[in-house]
């Protein structure tokens, strides 16, 4: 089992900046692609940013340009910087693994006032 565990989340502005972290623990030794997630009321959840073990980027994008993902392998730590914030990035997020197989984490709750 892999626990992941987000922590970051808040109210700012619009305009603001926040960095959420997701810390995975327990079998992590082959975990090879992490994800954020967001999931905004009365919308489906949606892939916000990835990023592979090799360092390889991918980002929706409404939030290129402004989010910024990042791992730290010897934390086992992923980061989410997400700077330029606007309303609609208001949502919860979470933490994903998706193999070898599906984790997902509690959600930490991002509101960005205009």
């Known amino acids: 089992q892999v626990q992941l565990v987000e922590s970051g989340g808040g109210l700012v502005q619009s305009g603001g900046s926040l960095r959420l972290s997701c810390v995975a623990s327990?079998?992590?030794?082959?975990?090879?692609?992490m994800d954020w997630y967001r999931q905004a009321p009365g919308k489906e959840r949606e892939l916000v940013a990835r990023?592979?073990?090799?360092?390889?980027?991918t980002y929706q994008d409404s939030v290129k340009g402004r989010f910024a993902i990042s791992w730290d392998r010897s934390k086992m730590m992923v980061d989410l910087q997400m700077n330029s914030l606007k309303p609609e990035d208001t949502a919860v997020y979470y933490c994903?693994?998706?193999?070898?197989?599906?984790?997902w984490g509690q959600g930490t709750q991002v509101t960005v006032s205009s």
């Open positions: 327990g079998r992590i030794f082959n975990i090879y692609v």
């Open positions: 994903h693994v998706p193999l070898p197989s599906e984790h």
């Open positions: 990023i592979t073990n090799g360092g390889i980027t």
